[in-house]
């Protein structure tokens, strides 16, 4: 089992992936004809990002259960509750 020094590296790097994705995808959005074509799969960027945001806030958290209420993405945010 991981201790928290570990939870918190993981967290980390969550964070820094979301930040990785979301300039990723920010690049790709410049492409006007790009995006046009490609819109859902560029949301999806965006919602990765935030899941990998929430997740990097769970795994920092000293009590993960007293955030899951504050994740803003229904279905991550159902799927923690279910959690055992």
Same mark, same amino acid.
Not at 23 to 40: F, I, K
């Given at each position: 089992?991981? =201790?928290? #020094?570990?939870? /918190?590296?993981? %967290? *980390? *790097?969550? +964070?820094?992936?979301?930040? =990785?994705? +979301?300039? $990723?995808?920010?690049?790709?959005?410049?492409?006007?004809? $790009? #995006?046009? /074509?490609? *819109? %859902? %799969?560029?949301? #999806?960027?965006?919602?990765?990002?935030?899941?990998?945001?929430?997740?990097?806030?769970?795994l920092?958290?000293?009590?993960?259960?007293?955030h *899951? +209420?504050?994740?803003?993405? =229904?279905?991550?945010? =159902? /799927?923690? /509750?279910?959690?055992?």
């Amino acid at each position: 089992m991981a =201790d928290g #020094a570990t939870h /918190r590296q993981i %967290a *980390v *790097v969550l +964070e820094e992936l979301s930040h =990785d994705i +979301e300039t $990723l995808g920010t690049m790709l959005c410049s492409d006007m004809d $790009l #995006a046009m /074509r490609h *819109v %859902a %799969a560029l949301q #999806a960027f965006d919602m990765i990002a935030q899941k990998q945001r929430s997740l990097a806030i769970l795994l920092d958290a000293e009590s993960p259960e007293a955030h *899951v +209420e504050q994740i803003a993405i =229904d279905t991550l945010r =159902d /799927r923690m /509750r279910q959690s055992p």
